[in-house]
């Protein structure tokens, strides 16, 4: 295994590449990545794709993303003014990995709530 | 794509498998799946192989992933008690992805730190 315990016993050896995969794994984070994997949004779109998150949100989370690498801001000076977002080659890696972990969280779900009926209901006995 | 805008932006409805997700990709999670694909770890190896994780950080983590159906748990019967933690089926498959994302964040830091430098140097001028 590459991420190796040894690493991962020096805390802050671990920080770095710890951020960027909570950058990737965050509630929004993961949510623009896999909209943006469809196709380039412009702010308004991604907002209303993504649903329920503020715009200061969604902000914060795309400079996360920019500033990693992940997403490109494209400001196109014509008026009234338009941004539009996308992947990056290395954003685009990080979205394929990020989906298929979702889908496969959402395809286990139910095999997920079975153990937790196990488990609650040994607890109760 | 299967992890649809039109769920995400059902907010309540997104929330069981964004759980999982959170579970599975949680600082202790990720470390905690990753060092058991080797081989099963009694409780007192873990901590060591982790490092800097706490006891009782540890423990909650370890009953997350058990109640999520990822870990088994075998106390074996015997004084002095030995507890073995184990990845189940379903835990392998997640920690599978994990690790690889995890490499994955690992492997491209180099680009990701390069990006930074170029964000944050465009920003101080």
Redesign the interface.
């Known amino acids: 295994?590459?991420?190796s315990?040894r690493t991962?016993?020096?805390?802050e050896a671990m920080c770095?590449?710890?951020l960027?995969?909570?950058h990737?794994?965050s509630?929004w984070g993961?949510?623009v990545l896999?909209?943006l994997?469809?196709r380039p949004h412009r702010f308004s779109e991604l907002r209303r794709?993504?649903?329920?998150v503020s715009e200061k949100m969604l902000t914060q989370t795309l400079q996360t993303l920019?500033?990693?690498?992940?997403v490109h801001r494209d400001a196109k000076p014509v008026i009234p003014p338009r941004v539009d977002y996308s992947l990056t080659d290395?954003g685009r890696?990080?979205a394929e990995?990020?989906?298929?972990?979702?889908?496969?969280?959402?395809e286990?779900?139910g095999?997920?709530?079975?153990?937790?009926e196990?488990?609650?209901a040994a607890r109760e006995r």
């Open positions: 295994m590459r991420v315990t991962a016993a020096d805390g770095p590449y710890r960027v995969l909570e990737v794994t509630r993961v949510l896999i909209t994997l469809d794709a993504i649903g329920r920019e500033r990693d690498g992940l290395l890696e990080a990995q990020v989906r298929a972990l979702a889908n496969w969280t959402q286990r779900m095999e997920v709530r079975k153990a937790r196990l488990y609650d």
